[in-house]
């Protein structure tokens, strides 16, 4: 919504030839946009499904492919997709603040490689709630970084939704992996990067947010190759890990098809996710972010038979309830209207 309000009026004033008082009012006048929270949150919802499918598909892919391999082939085609799409749309490729948008691209480029390679080892629901710790990791960010006002009812849903991952992740007990520190390094790389995207990217345009990142994760997959083809690791060493330290496989006409709908999805879901962070608070967007538990608990059951236990599920519970918590902003903020 745009608002076209006068933001001064100031007088100079003096005496006329008459003695009497004269005075002049001087109106500056500035278009300020407003938040577009509602529009944020459906993209975020739709972002995450979206996302939480190709994650599966990346989890399925995982025993025939390195996380490198999956890099470079998704983005091979994600990145003409997007690039013709700034250039249909007419979009400048010139960022205004280009050194925090690659240091946004690279701090999502950690955060995926944490989350994909604990994929072959922990159940979809799981790893999903562990990178879920993020949205509480927003919401701290956003309080101490960029000054958002968080209320007290938002910080009672943090400590819910913590209390809700602790549940899921049963630390201390033999149903705790130490494999979840990987998407819980993953979680703080992603808060970090979408309180980047709100504070110092934020007038960026989103597919060029989109295409930069895709461009990044193009390189890091380049660079695994090469480094792996380098070193040379004998088979031993690759089966210790072989979605990290597995060479180039080849791959058949079903396996480019997957690949391909992987890079149409990843450019789906990453140009919604910095879309929504422009448009909307990011305590806010964090709190449907969570949407995604869901979504990875669906898609694991489909592809994989995985079925939440009784613990899983009530963490979930208590994480909606703090997503509901949260989701009440502490005041509106009126902010500058990004780009597409």
């Known amino acids: 919504m745009t608002l076209d309000k006068v933001l001064s009026v100031s007088h ?4 006329g030839e008459d003695g009497g008082f004269t005075g002049r009012i001087v109106m500056q006048h500035q278009t300020i946009r407003t938040d577009h929270t509602g529009k944020g949150i459906v993209i975020i919802l739709a972002s995450v499904l979206t996302m939480a499918f190709a994650d599966a598909i990346v989890k399925l892919v995982s025993s025939d492919m390195s996380v490198w391999q999956v ?10 997709l997007i690039f013709g799409l700034v ?29 994909y390679v604990s994929l072959p080892v922990l159940s979809l629901s799981v790893a999903a709630v ?9 919401v701290l960010l956003s309080a101490t970084v ?7 009812r938002q910080w009672f849903g943090v400590v819910v939704g913590f209390l809700g991952v602790i549940v899921i992740l049963k630390p201390g007990t033999d149903a705790f992996s130490w494999f979840v520190l990987l998407p819980l390094s993953g979680a703080v790389f992603y808060s970090l990067a979408n309180v980047l995207t709100r504070s110092k990217c934020q007038g960026e345009a989103s597919l060029v947010l989109t295409l ?27 089966a210790v890990y072989p979605f990290l330290l597995g060479d180039w496989s080849a791959m058949t006409a079903a396996t480019w098809g997957l690949v391909a709908l992987l890079g149409v999805l990843s450019a789906g879901y990453l140009l919604g996710i910095a879309r929504a962070y422009q448009i909307a608070p990011p305590q806010i967007v964090a709190t449907f972010d969570y949407g995604y538990l ?35 902003p502490a005041s509106r903020r009126q902010v500058r209207n990004p780009v597409l």
């Open 130 to 138: 562990a990178i879920y710790t993020n949205p509480i990791i927003t």
């Open 294 to 328: 869901v979504s990875a608990t669906l898609w694991g059951f489909v592809f994989f038979a995985e079925i939440p236990d009784v613990w899983t599920i009530s963490g979930m519970v208590l994480i909606t309830m703090a997503g509901l918590l949260v989701a009440v």
């Open 71 to 80: 890099f470079f082939a998704r983005s091979l085609f994600a990145v003409p």
């Open 146 to 152: 960029i000054g958002v006002q968080v209320s007290k």
């Open 212 to 238: 930069l990142l895709h461009i990044a994760f193009l390189v890091s997959g380049l660079v695994g190759i090469a480094v792996l083809g380098l070193l040379q690791l004998d088979p031993e060493t690759q």
């Open 87 to 115: 250039l249909v749309i007419g979009r400048t490729l010139i960022l205004q603040n280009p050194g925090w948008a690659l240091i946004r691209s690279l701090l999502l480029v950690m955060s995926w490689i944490a989350f």
């Open 12 to 15: 100079q004033s003096g005496l």
